[in-house]
Structures are given as C-alpha cells and as structure tokens.
C-alpha cells in the first residue's frame, strides 16, 4: 500500500475518532459519571446493539490510528530493510489481535454470556 | 591582529575589546579523533566582518590546518554552511556584529558526516536532491517546438519561483530533527525542489516525482517543525513547500 494511502487512513481515522469519541465521552456525562461506570451499567451499554457498535468502531478506528503512529515513530528511530518489514507487519499483527481481542470482548457481553 | 589563546577548554588572557571576539572553532578529524574540541582565538572584527573572514583570518594568522569550505563569499554557492552559536547559518552571509555575543562558537552543520572541522560530506543531501529529478520533465523541448520557448504568465512563475532561489547549502536539512534520526529521509532540501518543479507549469513530470516521495520515508515523515524555513538564507520555506506537496498526495490540488 502507498504511503499516502495508508496517511489518508490515518488521518481519516483520527479524525472520526474525535467524533465518536466526543460521543462516547457525552453518553457517559447523560447520567452521572461514576454511575455509568458501575459494572450493570456498563453491561447494559455493551447489550444496546447501536452502542456497541459504536465502541467497536472506535476499537477499530483507535487500533488503526495507533499503531500506524507506533509504526512510524518506530521506523524514525531505526532504519534498514528487516527492521522496517518487521515493524510494519509487527504493528499490523498486534493491531489485528488487539481488534480480534476488543471485538470479542464486546461481541460476548452483547450476546449475554458475560 | 588575531591572537590564539589556547586550545579545548581553555579561557582567552586577553582582555576583550568592544572590536574582538573570542572565535571558537569545533576541531575533529575522524581519522585520528574520538571527539570534537574547540579552539578558540581572540578575534578582531569591525562591523561588516562575517564570520567567513574571521575564520580565514584564523587561518591565515595562526592555523592555516582550519578546514573550512567556502568560495563565493556573497551568499550564492551555498559551500559554507555551519553551526553559529548554535544555528545553522552561512558563514559569509553572516556578520559578527549582528550575532550580539561576545564569542562565536561555530561547528559543522548537524546531520552530515564530518570531513574534518568545518567541512562535512554533501553526498545525502546531492543523491535525494537528484533522486527527485530536478529538471524539467517534458516530451518535447525548445528545439523540437514551434515557439522558441515555454511562455509562463506571471502567476504560473509565482507559484514556484521562491523555490527556485535554493542554492543547496544544506542548513535546512542541517536543521530538521527528522533528519537527525531518519537516516532514510528525503529531507526539507529535496522535498522542496521536489514542489519547485511540480508547481513548474512546464513540467510534466508530476506523477513520477510524487511516486518517488510517497515512501515511508518521504514526504509523511516531516513533522513540520518548520526549522528547515526558519533557517534558510534564501527566505525559501521548504515547510510551505512539503505542506503544498502534501496537498497533491491528499487529493486537495491537482
């Protein structure tokens, strides 16, 4: 993938981010803070199919944005051929895994068997 | 008259005048040396001296080993580029009086291998400015076509001419952190002539030029710290240039 390609994605994911995040944060200030963050409440968010999928976007928009920044930064610090395949898949498995674990901590909570 | 005072850390005994400076130059040879160490001179100076003539006057007056490079000594070569109390500046270009300091520390630019004391090694900074073809990039030519030349309006030449003044001195690439740790990075110096010839209505070779900087170590890599236009003699500001080239690669100009 060309490297404006993969900087439109990471701007492109910032930049949602921002927005549901600021979403996420507001749902939260709806009711008191402390109380949305008592453990039934939390599992009601996760049961509420829009929601979740609102938090399992933004596990996917974070994860992307993240670790391409962690790539880049990585590549600053060090060059030369392996170093630079190893990080590039590196970041892309750990991001993979990290979206793999994310999804299915909320995909089980929705389905109730949390 | 110059007078040394002594070598590494030690003080100048001369009392210092209104019209000397104490001149203290980075001596490292890589061949015999594990580190760089300064020499210092007490240095006569009126208020047109640059820093150039008070390194040649070292040279002359009391070691001529001093390796400086230089030759037009009016701003336009770009040969001799170095650390001036700290900031990468021309040293012809720059005068002692306007420095405001009674000692002028000057050492090699920062991201190029030392030749020896002042003088450091171009090859990264010609082979990217090569790399992105700096020329005109067109089927046919002047000879080949009807009109004698390719006509510009005043507008098509405004779009890049403040990019064309670049005489490859180097104090952008000098003094851009990326280039302190990527030693892959195309640098502030190519990127901009890189936008120079893209913005060229002339030119035709924008989509190879673009391919060649849309690399993991091209254009995304600059952080735009904007020290690379803060720094150039010319009044270039390579910083526009790479954020006007980024505007390209986005889809936002074409």
Redesign the interface.
């Known amino acids: 993938m060309r490297e404006s390609t993969i900087m439109k994605i990471h701007y492109g994911t910032a930049l949602a981010a921002i927005a549901l995040v600021a979403v996420h944060i507001l749902m939260r200030l709806t009711q008191g803070f402390a109380e949305s963050l008592e453990y039934e409440s939390v599992l009601a968010n996760y049961r509420f199919i829009p929601y979740a999928a609102m938090l399992e976007l933004i596990l996917i928009l974070l994860a992307v944005h993240g670790f391409n920044g962690l790539r880049v930064i990585l590549l600053e610090l060090k060059q030369g051929r392996t170093y630079e395949k190893a990080v590039s898949y590196g970041c892309l498995v750990a991001m993979i895994a990290l979206i793999a674990y994310g999804s299915r901590t909320i995909i089980m909570t929705n389905m109730g068997m949390v | 008259m110059a007078q040394v005072s002594g070598i590494s850390d030690e003080q100048t005994s001369t009392p210092m005048s209104s019209n000397t400076i104490l001149l203290r130059i980075s001596r490292f040879n890589p061949e015999h040396d594990d580190s760089s160490q300064f020499m210092e001179f007490t240095v006569p100076y009126e208020r047109w001296t640059t820093v150039l003539e008070a390194i040649l006057d070292v040279k002359k007056r009391f070691d001529h080993s001093v390796a400086v490079r230089y030759s037009c000594r009016q701003a336009t070569c770009g040969s001799c580029g170095m650390m001036i109390n700290g900031k990468p500046r021309l040293a012809c270009f720059t005068k002692i009086s306007e420095l405001n300091s009674n000692v002028v520390t000057v050492e090699p630019m920062n991201n190029f291998p030392i030749i020896r004391d002042l003088a450091v090694k171009f090859e990264r900074l010609f082979n990217t400015h090569q790399k992105i073809k700096p020329y005109l990039i067109r089927d046919d030519s002047e000879l080949e076509s009807d009109e004698k030349e390719f006509l510009q309006s005043p507008e098509e030449v405004e779009q890049y001419i403040q990019f064309a003044n670049c005489i490859k001195c180097g104090l952008c690439n000098s003094a851009c952190p ?1 280039m302190a ?5 195309v640098g502030p110096q190519a990127l901009a002539q890189a936008y120079r010839y893209v913005a060229d209505s002339r030119d035709k070779g924008k989509d190879s030029r673009l391919k060649i900087i ?5 254009i ?2 600059c952080h735009f710290a904007g020290s690379c236009s803060q720094v150039c003699p010319k009044g270039v500001d390579p910083a526009m240039g790479i954020q006007l080239l980024r505007g390209y ?2 889809g936002f100009r074409s």
């Open positions: 990326t740790t990527d030693s892959s990075f849309d690399d993991s170590h091209g995304w890599r690669l986005l």
